[in-house]
């Protein structure tokens, strides 16, 4: 179990994360919305540190860290433990699709280049691509560069994948391959914490919505609660514009 406790942070005193609480189950699908600036990337980076919050703690089973007095290898054990996918796909660009799936493994797990290899193999076969292990990014799609993405993250084994809009920056016939992809992890019992603008993927894949404003989750449930029967006037004023916005 995934156990997130009193995750604050501020940014020159405005506060973005407003003592967030949240337990996670081993195989559960969150997804986190709202509107832009509500805190949700923040949320996400903040978990394995890549911005670093004022105060809280987290706990993933028998590995607890108290944010406000973390040291240099409890970041490592961290990071390990929460694998992230990025909006634009962090990949690198003068390797190949395989190398870099395989580079987490090789310099943070410390495998053989042949083990290395073989899970790579596994994993890139698993996003539909190994008939593109030996291509650079350049030469792929932006929804093919985001499956490697997707990939690379699951090769490490994470106790959580962390999706910071996996489907943001493509474009819009690229978004299903991708989608797909994350589902088949979701129903494979990966735990993930999901930060999305899409409400029907989202719909589809969560198992909990939470629906943050000004860095407070305001109202948590199932996505039809949320989605379809919100309680909170904030809540039912962001599904009215998300409606008059996009139909």
């Known amino acids: 179990m995934i156990k997130i406790s009193n995750l604050s942070k501020s940014f020159s005193g405005q506060t973005v994360l407003d003592h967030l609480n949240l337990d996670i189950q081993k195989g559960e699908v969150v997804a986190l919305i709202g509107s832009s600036g509500a805190g949700k990337s923040t949320f996400l980076r903040s978990l394995n540190y890549l911005e670093t919050p004022d105060s809280g703690s987290i706990q993933i089973d028998d590995f607890k860290v108290d944010f406000s007095q973390i040291t240099q290898e409890e970041?490592?054990?961290?990071?390990r433990k929460l694998s992230m996918v990025f909006q634009q796909f962090n990949?690198?660009?003068?390797?190949t699709a395989l190398d870099n799936v395989k580079e987490g493994l090789v310099v943070v797990k410390k495998l053989s280049d042949e083990e290395a290899t073989k899970i790579a193999k596994e994993e890139l076969a698993k996003v539909g691509l190994s008939d593109r292990e030996q291509h650079y990014p350049r030469h792929l799609s932006g929804g093919q560069k985001q499956r490697v993405a997707i990939a690379r993250a699951l090769a490490m084994k994470p106790d959580v994948l962390l999706l910071d809009e996996p489907t943001s920056a493509l474009d819009p016939e690229l978004v299903g391959e991708v989608e797909k992809s994350i589902a088949d992890a979701a129903r494979s019992g990966q735990t993930m914490i999901l930060v999305s603008h899409d409400m029907s993927f989202v719909a589809q894949v969560a198992d909990k919505v939470l629906f943050l404003d000004k860095g407070k989750i305001i109202e948590s449930g199932t996505p039809d609660e949320i989605i379809?029967?919100?309680?909170?006037?904030?809540?039912?004023?962001?599904f009215a514009s998300y409606k008059r916005s996009y139909i």
């Not at 990949?91 to 390797?95: C, D, G, P, S, V």
């Not at 379809?228 to 039912?236: G, I």
């Open 91 to 95: 990949l690198f660009e003068r390797r």
């Open 228 to 238: 379809n029967h919100p309680k909170e006037e904030r809540t039912k004023e962001f």
């Open 75 to 79: 970041i490592l054990t961290l990071r």
